[in-house]
T-cell receptor, first 117, second 112 residues
């Protein structure tokens, strides 16, 4: 299995621009998570989906952030407009549910390092 | 407010010695705990877990201890190896299939 695939690996953009991060979860996994890693707060959960449905988006910092999961194999996290304080590493993770596989373990992608200038 | 705290940002240990990484939590509803390991430029990878019905879980050189009354867990690595140098995150959830709350991580350096 290829694991969780995130793209791009690095993104440099200017303040005010739209940024779209992409994630392909592991095939067969029902849950998908978006995290942001910062020095101060560690790994923060932004939003997670079960069966393509957003379950909890309380971690999304503000309305500039949005996430979608149009099908079981693809999700996007969009920031519009981006700001310098959004600079961080963004991780996507997926997890099997419903008894298939080791319940509770999340498998992470390699992350997208975002720099907003 | 951080519900899972790792108060030591970094730790250095000599190769062959024991590494002890600590984690505290505030939510008494947490009943499932995990440790993840992260190398630079990679995503975190699962290392070991423990449910609240146990106080110890061992996997090779890695042992996780849970002290529910103190709301404290620790990860012991023995013997430590240079390849163990990484950032270690602890995480907790209410039930194994639910949202994880992560700590801020501890950077472990094992000195050859």
């Amino acid at each position: 299995d290829a694991g969780v695939i995130q793209s791009p690996r690095h993104e440099v953009t200017e303040m005010g621009q739209e940024v779209t991060l992409r994630c392909k979860p592991i095939s067969g996994h029902n849950s998908l998570f978006w995290y942001r890693q910062t020095m101060m707060r560690g790994l923060e959960l932004l939003i997670y989906f079960n069966n393509n449905v957003p379950i909890d988006d309380s971690g999304m910092p503000e309305d500039r952030f949005s996430a979608k999961m149009p099908n079981a194999s693809f999700s996007t996290l969009k920031i519009q407009p981006s700001e310098p304080r959004d600079s961080a590493v963004y991780f996507c993770a997926s997890s099997p549910r419903g008894g298939r596989g080791p319940v509770g373990i999340q498998y992470f992608g390699a992350g997208t390092r975002l720099s907003v200038l | 407010d951080q519900q899972v705290k790792q108060n030591s940002p970094s730790l250095s240990v000599q190769e062959g010695r024991i590494s002890i990484l600590n984690c505290d939590y505030t939510n008494s509803m947490f009943d499932y705990f995990l440790w993840y390991k992260k190398y630079p430029a990679e995503g975190p990878t699962f290392l070991i877990s423990i449910s609240s019905i146990k106080d110890k879980n061992e996997d090779g050189r890695f042992t996780v201890f849970l002290n529910k009354s103190a709301k404290h867990l620790s990860l012991h690595i023995v013997p430590s190896q240079p390849g163990d140098s990484a950032v270690y995150f602890c995480a907790a959830s209410v039930g194994p299939g639910n949202q994880f709350y992560f700590g801020t991580g501890t950077s472990l350096t094992v000195i050859p």
